[in-house]
């Protein structure tokens, strides 16, 4: 692919809804990154029961990526979803996931039939009696759509892409989101600060940043802006040496200065007096 790509995260915002999209229809709807790899599927479903018999007990599993493979790599040169009919006669949707313009990923919809879809010949020439009849078992088990319905269920599917997109639910590699989150910090970190009112200026959900900074910073939001502001009391020392560790606290965006200095202490592993006695010295 030549499309640049970029970093897909998932909150449990869209996990939810592809839990209930996957319960209410009975299909599989599942994200794949740039690379190809399953990042989620709804309702952490398995494969369906016929899927897993042509896959494992006819071994045709590498057919299914290959074809899995090639509808990603259309979907990511067109730009559009597509539904298309496996080797084994089901039916599948894809679409990319597209943030700024940049492939994030791929969402794909499907192990279901069309009710006039009849099962492939091959299917019938399985050599196995027992295979061939638990084939026949688990087709007629999927769930089975009429066009119409069908029509109304890619609907909701590009709905759903759209949603994802507009949202800013992932998060590209160059560390914009970091950057925008550390901008807002620096300049609201000595007044109130608020992590729902930083994410409704970004656009993007609460579930979405805590998950970013927990997932590629190992860190959260609160234990951001408490060592954003220790540095800025640092900085205040090493500009007024003299100042009380009441007035760093103030300066820094501490409302407490009992709860800056155990603050501190932790942090620091000294008292912030003793730190500041320690900048003194080295003057």
């Excluded at 995260?9 to 592809?18: A, P």
């Excluded at 369906?48 to 042509?54: A, G, P, S, Y």
């Excluded at 791929?106 to 492939?120: C, N, S, T, Y």
Aim: charged share 30%.
């Amino acid at each position: 692919m030549n499309t640049r790509s970029v970093d897909l995260f998932l909150s449990d915002e869209i996990q939810g809804i592809l839990d209930d999209l996957a319960a209410l229809l009975d299909v599989r709807v599942t994200f794949f990154s740039i690379t190809g790899e399953r990042l989620r599927r709804g309702k952490a479903m398995r494969n369906c029961e016929f899927c897993r018999l042509v896959q494992e007990d006819l071994g045709k599993l590498d057919c299914c990526l290959s074809l899995d493979q090639l509808k990603q790599s259309e979907a990511a040169e067109y730009h559009e979803v597509s539904l298309y009919r496996c080797h084994a006669g089901l039916y599948e949707g894809i679409a990319p996931i597209c943030v700024h313009g940049k492939i994030a990923g791929f969402l794909m919809i499907g192990q279901f039939r069309l009710d006039e879809a009849k099962m492939p010949e091959w299917i019938d020439e399985v050599e196995n009696e027992a295979q061939r009849d638990a084939l026949h078992k688990a087709y007629a088990e999927l769930p089975s759509f009429s066009q119409s319905k069908m029509d109304g269920i890619l609907g909701l599917f590009k709905t759903l892409i759209d949603y994802i997109a507009v949202r800013e639910l992932a998060v590209v590699q160059d560390g914009r989101l970091r950057q925008e989150i550390d901008r807002y910090i620096e300049k609201n970190a000595t007044g109130t600060i608020l992590l729902p009112e930083m994410a409704k200026k970004m656009r993007c959900s609460v579930s979405t940043i805590s998950q970013f900074l927990r997932k590629n910073y190992q860190t959260n939001f609160k234990d951001l802006v408490i060592e954003y502001r220790l540095k800025l009391a640092e900085r205040f020392w090493k500009a007024h040496p003299d100042a009380s560790v009441a007035e760093a606290a103030y300066a820094s965006g501490f409302s407490d200065q009992f709860y800056f200095s155990r603050v501190f202490r932790k942090r620091r592993g000294l008292p912030p007096g003793t730190f500041r006695e320690k900048l003194r010295g080295q003057k």
